[in-house]
């Protein structure tokens, strides 16, 4: 799928869809014989991995970006009258316009990481990781080989850590990007690793980025590079970051979750009815915990998770507390309420978890003595 897509990458985007169906229905070695698979023959759920990552050029889900903000180069779509082919006359009632963004490009590094690059703001949408996306609504159902009328926007499903905040956080010689007008997309390039360089202009600037995992789970590397060697700086509200170069030309940046939501595809979320040590483990990797909190006693961006509970904390700008389950619970739903002492504001974002999972991750923190 990786080389169809690359080879087709320069296709319209309806015409993209279209010829990649056909040549994916017809490779033998991408699927099971047709009797047994179904209708269509490809997978509905597509991974890459780190060594061959997957880049898929779709429509994406908005997930409530900003339209004034994030997406403001973005135009609105307009409501179009329904029309009926058996009268052949147009009713009064109107379709909605699909929510998504357009020729938008998905990449999968595999379980590790997913993100969205769009191609009209020039910028980073959002990531996730544990998933990617789910293709049938736009490529069709395995079954009847139909894809959903109106809807054809792909499901995510996977845990979001980051999402695109405010106007675009790139700015060059110290004016921000948005007041140098649209910026024009030029195309992307693979390095040796195979991983995407995104390409682009604003006025007489070009612009390379490169997006690739970080040194944890769910922290991302961004490389920005100009042609000219301007002063390149990067600020966006609520999100932190840790610059780890920045040179006439070049900055390298490590950027952390400023989001934390889980989101499913149509398969029924798994309800976790009891909560146990062990599920508080999983989701301990799997949210991206241990990226700040050690179980050793070491030092992180954010305090140890070791001896934590039952021991009295001090706060930035509230009064010590003793650990309970109260506290660990207000501090993985609201972060921002207490800051623990010598630690930054903000490092982490809020999660939106099942009750049992809130109570399965606190079980984990009072086992770690």
């Known amino acids: 799928m990786y080389c169809l897509m690359q080879n087709f990458e320069t296709l319209p985007t309806w015409l993209l869809s279209s010829a990649a169906l056909v040549l994916l229905a017809g490779l033998p070695t991408l699927a099971q014989p047709y009797a047994e698979q179904g209708y269509l023959t490809y997978d509905m ?23 004034s903000q994030v997406l403001r180069n973005h135009t609105n779509g307009l409501q179009s009258p329904k029309y009926s082919p058996g009268s052949g006359k147009e009713s009064s009632n109107s379709y909605e316009p699909i929510d998504g963004v357009p020729a938008a490009l998905a990449v999968n590094l595999g379980k ?23 293709m049938k609504n736009y490529w069709g159902d395995q079954q009847s080989g139909r894809r959903r009328g109106f809807g054809y926007v792909p499901r995510l499903y996977g845990f979001v850590f980051y999402k695109a905040l405010g106007e675009h956080p790139l700015s060059i010689d110290g004016k921000s990007l948005s007041a140098q007008g649209a910026p024009q997309y030029q195309g992307y390039s693979l390095d040796s690793d195979l991983i995407p360089v995104y390409d682009y202009r604003i006025g007489s600037k070009e612009i390379s980025v490169k997006i690739q995992p970080g040194p944890a789970t769910q922290i991302l590397k961004i490389e920005f590079s100009s042609g000219d060697k301007e002063s390149l700086a990067f600020k966006s509200p609520n ?10 030309g070049k900055l390298t940046l490590h950027l952390r979750p400023n989001a934390g939501e889980r989101f499913s595809s149509e398969e029924k979320k798994r309800v976790i009815k009891k909560p146990t040590k062990e599920i508080g483990e999983q989701l301990y990797t799997s949210l991206g915990c241990i990226a700040c909190h050690s179980m050793d006693g070491g030092k992180n961006h954010g305090p140890t998770l070791k001896g934590s509970f039952g021991s009295k904390q001090e706060f930035a700008q509230a009064q010590p507390i003793t650990i309970d389950e109260a506290y660990l619970r207000e501090s993985i739903e609201n972060p921002m309420a207490k800051t623990v002492k010598g630690y930054l504001t903000g490092m982490m974002p809020p999660y939106k978890l099942q009750s049992a999972e809130y109570d399965s991750l606190i079980l984990f923190i009072k086992s770690l003595r």
């Open 239 to 248: 999100t932190p970051i840790e610059v780890i170069l920045q040179i006439p």
């Open 45 to 67: 759920k597509p991974l890459g991995s780190v060594d061959r990552p997957l880049i898929l050029r779709t429509f994406v889900p908005t997930l409530s970006l900003s339209a």
């Open 112 to 134: 590790t990481l997913s993100y969205v690059w769009d191609t009209t703001e020039c910028r980073l949408l959002y990531s996730w990781t544990d998933g990617f996306l789910d």
